[in-house]
């Protein structure tokens, strides 16, 4: 089927078919270990795991010894790899299409033709074909009017950098926020710090967070913050004893894998009145667990949509809203509301966190054990707010901190 990609954006694992690029530049790693840069405004279809054709636009491949044999067609022509780094275009304007090699070998047959040795022409480092007209004219090969996998990983870099700026204007924003409770942002921390740091510590409504076991890495941008959860002894501990009626939980976090059973994203250490756990289900679904006021029963709220196996590895923002005032769970992912769940007892439900943890889950299991509840994967951000946000605040919030 027909996809196709914003600039700057990751498709993930795409399906045999057409990808079409309306601008900016996207790079495609092949299963056959081939890689292609493509620059819009182009169509290039997938027509195999070590083969594309493109029918618009410019491309260049970069190809391993492993994927001996890749190939480009056109309209025009059929590239055949020989262990070559190489680039075709084509020029709507002009009719014509160019074929530049420039390191190792490249076999050319004419489209069409079943690699016929009668059609046969070989590139070699430095030289270029043009094709117009029926015409075929030798060039010297320019990797200067090609995009190199160099130029691509300084524009990433320069992208995460403003993107990583735009961000930081966010959380300035959220720190002066009047109802910010919590604002868990992961920077400026060194990797011997065991102490996670409350940009609201101000408003002493949310402790700092004690770091246990996590490892200090990487998070969304290379010059991000972010723990990493890996073991079933880590977590993050943090203290709030004030009741909320109404609460946004707001966390950017990448899975490595999903859990067996529920996933901690945060919870109370205990089991008292108002305790409350916020989890990833084992199905990928986002899910507010609410004991009631009395300690009897706990009010259970599931999303209807959720993660699949595709996002494990990515960045992803999940949010969930406790709205005290309209009566409903709302959860979010990436800024895009998945359900809406009204909250039927009649006084509503109150959230009194006390020692509660971050990434995993102390709490115990109706018979007395206590279940591994670990997050897998990392966590660079988290804030918790005493209103609730609407659709647009949070899809703002993904967009500003979105990282590409």
């Known amino acids: 089927g027909e996809g196709g990609l914003q600039p700057g954006e990751s498709g993930g694992i795409l399906p045999l078919g057409k990808l079409q690029l309306e601008s900016g530049i996207a790079e495609i790693e092949f299963y056959s270990g081939a890689r292609v840069i493509l620059e819009g405004p182009a169509v290039f279809e997938i027509d195999s795991e070590n083969s594309g054709a493109l029918r618009e636009g410019r491309v260049r491949a970069r190809v391993p010894g492993q994927a001996h044999g890749f190939s480009i067609s056109t309209n025009r022509v059929e590239t055949v790899d020989r262990g070559a780094e190489f680039a075709l275009s084509i020029d709507d304007a002009t009719a014509s299409t160019e074929v530049h090699c420039f390191e190792g070998a490249l076999e050319v047959y004419d489209a069409g033709s079943g690699r016929d040795p009668g059609s046969r022409r070989i590139l070699r480092a430095e030289q270029a074909l043009h094709f117009q007209d029926g015409a075929i004219r030798t060039l010297d090969a320019d990797p200067m009017s090609f995009v190199s996998y160099s130029d691509m990983a300084q524009t990433a870099l320069e992208n995460a950098a403003l993107r990583h700026g735009r961000w930081r204007g966010l959380i300035e924003e959220l720190r002066a926020d009047g109802d910010i409770l919590a604002l868990y942002s992961f ?62 939980l707001a966390a950017w976090v990448r899975l490595d894998a999903l859990p067996r059973r529920n996933s901690t994203l945060m919870a109370s250490s205990g089991s008292s009145p108002g305790s409350a756990e916020w989890v990833i289900t084992s199905d990928g679904r986002i899910q507010l667990d609410v004991r009631s006021g009395d300690g009897r029963r706990v009010y259970r709220f599931p999303s209807k949509g959720g993660l699949r196996p595709a996002s494990l590895g990515k960045w992803h923002h999940f949010a969930t809203v406790l709205d005290g005032n309209s009566k409903q769970v709302r959860h979010y992912i990436d800024g895009r509301i998945l359900s809406t769940h009204p909250i039927n007892p009649k006084g509503g439900v109150a959230v009194t966190l006390a020692a509660a ?48």
């Open 187 to 248: 920077e400026d921390q060194g990797p011997r710090e065991r102490t996670l740091v409350n940009q609201a510590a101000y408003q002493e409504q949310f402790s700092h967070g004690a770091i246990v076991g996590c490892r200090w890495t990487s998070g969304r941008w290379p010059s991000k913050g972010a723990l990493e959860f890996s073991r079933a002894s880590d977590r993050i501990r943090i203290h709030a004893e004030e009741k909320h009626r109404t609460l946004t």
């Open 357 to 404: 943890e971050i990434g995993n889950s102390s709490g115990k299991a109706p018979n007395g054990k206590r279940p591994v509840r670990n997050l897998t994967g990392r966590i660079d951000e988290f804030a918790v707010l005493s209103r609730a946000l609407d659709n647009n605040e949070l899809a703002e919030m993904y967009q500003t901190g979105k990282p590409q």
